[in-house]
């Protein structure tokens, strides 16, 4: 395939397989793909002798019962951490193993049809799970995720592997679906570009994308037929094509746009050197939202003016485990250190929806994202939220540490989390432990409800930062994450800037500042009618820094005040668009 003028498409013959997808993080990128998919589909199977038999009967029975080994383990762990009920998932699993029907069947696949353990498995629980997904009882079909899932642990357990294993090598991740537990544990170093079947520009994979600075697109098909691990991909994320198995003059032409985007973000990159203003001399405070240590030692030397947002649930993903209080000191700690005196935000644990802690999600719903999620967990379990506040005000005392609490939907949510905040103080100040007795504790606004209380919730606290990413969701009853409802995830739709202006003159009247760390201040058609809002302090991806930064420094104030002043008053999204001068075909334009 050529590409002329990066916007039409020319097919090369000799190309092979070519995709064409949403696009969601631009970029070129050429390596071997690897294909994170359902280990039941991908299982070899092999035809054993009579002799054999025996020798795989037994490491069936070996790998059953280390996973139910560690179910238990993971049972008690949960059950400790979150209480009885989460913990019973793991032993409703462990249960799926005790089914004498489902290992009987099994063994019968192993004795009569002489093949290997690991395919009688997957062929048993493929057979299964298609039984329970059909059914008519939605009980019957929630349990067809819980019998994959055991029969992929005790498949992995037979080969030796594990699902999150970390990339052997630089790769382009090819997936149906990615959630952030998913990629927690992962060598994000090795992580060249994303391809996925689901998912939108909002979803867990195209903001990781946008964030690593990696190509990537959505939206293809039947992505895990038409693609196997090791095979080459070029990969253009802002056209949304990859090329499986690209031919000589396609691999040369896409090396040659490779080299071409790496010398435009060095000249980019200059303008980190200078300061983020708008023509007329605003400020505007442009910081990070990063998940690691090693992050923010890259913020810092980016030059970032802080840390807007700390995902500190990243941290405990990427551990695959709840950690204690120390240990989330030395986490944040490590977090603070680098920024040297600029402020730090550490958002609280937002788990749930489609992220969680360790190997299974214990808050599985039938809608998560409106369900059991972030301070709702945490306000239910009072001994993770002491513990976490208190490893945050520890930290406080190595930095400017700010707490900002997530998923607030009313005042009373924020006053109980509040109220624990004050009763960890107390717990430390007893115990001679030091930590900012003047440390900040904000809200997010990512419920329309909150947005609609802004002022009440501003007088609360310390200061507000909106995240967009949710309001949007939440806004336009649109899934984020879901390619069947992509279209219709506009974030410059009048309704979501409406309550984004509120948000702002709440806080305003509060006398309280208020920030963005969504991904709309990484979309540099954006910035300016952020700014026109009244927004003056951004969080973006590292990656973003230099091009959220640039568009600063082109806003002209006034300007953007009008600009602004249309865009809320405007009818639809289309018309949004038009102002912006965004391509509302795709509904959102690329950043």
Known sequence: MSVNSRGSETPDTEDRVVLHGTPVSPGIAMAPAFVYGDILDE???RTIDASEVDGEIARLRD?????????????????????????DVFLAHSMILEDPSILEAILDIIRNSHVNAEAAVAEEMKRVTAVLSSADDRYLRDRAYDVSDIGQRVIERMLGVWAHCPLS?????VARELRASDTASMDRGRILGFVTELGGTESHAAILARSLGVPAMAGVAGILERVRTGELIALDGALGVAIVDPSTDTRARYESMREEEIRERHELASVLELPSVTRDGTEIALMSNIASGDEARQAAELGADGIGLLRSEMIFMSANLFLDEDAQFAAYREAVEPMAGK???IRTLDVGGDKFVGSE?????????????????????????LAQFRAILRASAHGAVRILVPMISSVDELRQALGRLDEAKGQLRSEGVAFDENIEAGAMIEIPSAAMVADRLAAECDFLSIGT???VQYTLAVDRGSSYVSRLYRPHDPSVLALIARSVEGAASAGKPISLCGEMAGTPAYVPLLIGLGLREFSVSNGRLPATKKAIRDVDLDTAVSLANEAVAASTAGDVAALLGLDDSRHHEEP
């Open 43 to 45: 299982v070899e199977v």
């Open 169 to 173: 090598q630089p790769m382009i991740l």
């Open 361 to 385: 999600n214990p808050f599985r719903e039938h809608n998560p994202n409106l369900g059991y999620r972030s301070t709702r967990v945490l306000l239910d379990r009072p001994d993770l939220l």
């Open 343 to 345: 402020p730090v935000t």
């Open 469 to 471: 990413n949710d309001l």
């Open 63 to 87: 790998a059953v019962a280390l996973v139910k080994t560690e179910l238990l383990r993971d049972a008690r762990h949960v059950s400790k951490q979150l209480g009885q009920g989460e913990g």
